[in-house]
């Protein structure tokens, strides 16, 4: 067998569709100074939706401590949304059941609890705490700032660390959404019931 033949087998296919989407992600931004760091401390924070729920608690401590007992409901009300969010992703993944990618042009910049992939727990659980904790906040300026300010940066993170497909991360943003809906559409047919006694 010539080298020229040995050299056609052991060359792997070039990237296509979702993976070069990946590839050409991580070829733009990953070897920028801080983004690959930025990346993993997001990972970090987001792992199992923990980061979430620190905030969300300390959000309803303080709000506890200052008497506003509405803020308070709506902190425990974000951390609620992120942990049924991140629930809801991994009883999608389960059933699911779609690999991570695995082609040799992607960089896989941290690990993962699992092998699954769809859809991202990480985009999941952001999603909905980034939209309950602006609610919590209290202010319009803070319900489209803080989703906008931190949704993008993690969906982002899951391409550069070459551990989620681009649809993984759609998929989790959108789930994320409809959960921090469903919370927010529970808590107001709560209150019009209480209003109603």
């Given at each position: 067998?010539?080298?020229?033949?040995?050299?056609?087998?052991?060359?792997?296919?070039?990237?296509?569709?979702?993976?070069?989407?990946?590839?050409?992600?991580?070829?733009?931004?990953?070897?920028?100074?801080?983004?690959l760091?930025?990346?993993?401390?997001?990972?970090?924070?987001?792992?199992?939706?923990?980061?979430?729920?620190?905030?969300?608690?300390?959000?309803?401590?303080?709000?506890?401590r200052?008497?506003?007992?509405?803020?308070?409901?709506?902190?425990?009300?974000?951390?609620?949304?992120?942990?049924?969010?991140?629930?809801?992703?991994?009883?999608?993944?389960?059933?699911?059941?779609?690999?991570?990618?695995?082609?040799?042009?992607?960089?896989?910049?941290?690990?993962t609890p699992?092998?699954?992939?769809?859809?991202?727990?990480?985009?999941?659980?952001?999603?909905?705490?980034?939209?309950?904790l602006?609610?919590?906040?209290?202010?319009?300026?803070?319900?489209?700032?803080?989703p906008?300010?931190?949704?993008?940066?993690?969906?982002?993170s899951?391409?550069?660390?070459?551990?989620?497909?681009?649809?993984?991360?759609?998929?989790?943003?959108?789930?994320?959404a409809?959960?921090?809906?469903?919370?927010?559409?529970?808590?107001?047919?709560?209150?019009?019931?209480?209003?109603?006694?």
């Amino acid at each position: 067998m010539s080298s020229e033949s040995i050299d056609q087998i052991a060359a792997p296919e070039p990237a296509t569709g979702e993976a070069a989407m990946l590839v050409a992600v991580q070829s733009a931004i990953a070897d920028r100074p801080g983004v690959l760091s930025g990346a993993r401390g997001l990972s970090h924070f987001g792992e199992h939706s923990l980061g979430w729920l620190a905030l969300a608690g300390a959000g309803a401590y303080a709000a506890h401590r200052r008497g506003d007992e509405v803020a308070r409901r709506r902190y425990l009300e974000a951390g609620a949304g992120a942990f049924v969010a991140h629930a809801a992703s991994v009883v999608i993944k389960r059933v699911v059941r779609r690999r991570r990618p695995s082609h040799p042009d992607i960089r896989v910049g941290v690990g993962t609890p699992s092998r699954l992939s769809f859809p991202s727990s990480h985009a999941t659980s952001t999603t909905a705490a980034a939209i309950l904790l602006g609610r919590a906040a209290g202010s319009p300026v803070a319900q489209v700032l803080v989703p906008a300010a931190v949704v993008p940066p993690m969906l982002l993170s899951r391409l550069v660390l070459g551990v989620h497909y681009p649809s993984d991360v759609a998929a989790g943003a959108l789930v994320g959404a409809v959960t921090a809906g469903a919370v927010i559409a529970a808590d107001a047919q709560s209150r019009n019931r209480d209003s109603s006694k």
